[in-house]
């Protein structure tokens, strides 16, 4: 009994030091996706503001290519008729115009290209975040399942545990009682002892006595 016990008793133990851990490690997992999920609200919240000034950006750019195109545009005919009587200053504002126009195609060219990194960002922090909360939902639904077994598991040692121990108490007591009924006997053994060796005795002193009278 007493080695069950003691084994039962270790086996406990050990399911509740374990069942502590995995319960520590959810709760760690848990503190980390609420961190994860402020910080993605955060990005994502970032992202829409920056996306959409990219975007008004680009479009306002665009505008002003298109604005400006039809306005040179319009207006190269004039500088045609006029190219006769001031022809520098025509061709002066004709580069000016083409500058103009170069840098504004640069600039649309780069709020498009900024957008399309923002978006492309955005979508790979969503999909990290995402594979996070999925990867802590099987570990946690396993974690938890098996601190669910170790916890059953412990109820059942402790089941085992108190019959163990009343079977050691009613072997405890067997063995007391046993023990009083020798203690009881044994006076009566002892005297049973003592009565025989006396008749031995006293058979020995009738034989010696015959012997001599013969």
């Given amino acids: 009994h007493a080695a069950r016990i003691e084994k039962a008793s270790a086996s406990k133990a050990t399911l509740e030091q374990q069942t502590k ?11 980390g996706q609420s961190e994860a999920t402020q910080i993605r609200a955060s990005e994502h919240e ?17 505008n002003a290519i298109q604005v400006l195109g039809d306005y040179y545009n319009k207006g190269a005919l004039f500088v045609q008729v006029r190219s006769s009587q001031a022809p520098d200053f ?11 126009m170069e840098m504004l195609e640069v600039a649309e060219s780069d709020f498009t290209q900024m957008l ?27 974690k938890t399942e098996e601190a669910k077994g170790n916890q059953g598991e412990a109820k059942s ?17 067997e063995l ?7 203690d009881k006997l044994k ?11 006396q008749r031995k ?14």
């Fill in 21 to 31: 851990q995995l319960q520590a490690e959810i709760a760690e997992m848990d503190a």
């Fill in 176 to 182: 007391d009682a046993v023990l009083s009924y020798l």
């Fill in 90 to 100: 025509n061709a002066a504002k004709t580069d000016v115009a083409g500058t103009i």
């Fill in 116 to 142: 399309a990194e923002n978006e492309a960002q955005e979508k790979e922090a969503q999909a990290a975040y995402d594979k996070l909360v999925q990867d802590n939902k099987v570990s946690k639904a396993a």
């Fill in 157 to 173: 040692l402790d089941a085992a545990l108190l019959n163990y121990k009343e079977d050691a108490a009613t072997t405890a007591k």
């Fill in 201 to 214: 005795a006293k058979r020995e002193e009738d034989i010696e006595g015959l012997k001599q009278a013969l």
């Fill in 187 to 197: 006076p009566q053994c002892e005297t049973k002892v003592m009565t025989y060796a």
């Fill in 46 to 62: 970032e992202y829409v503001q920056s996306s959409a000034d990219q975007k008004q950006s680009a479009e306002a750019v665009a």
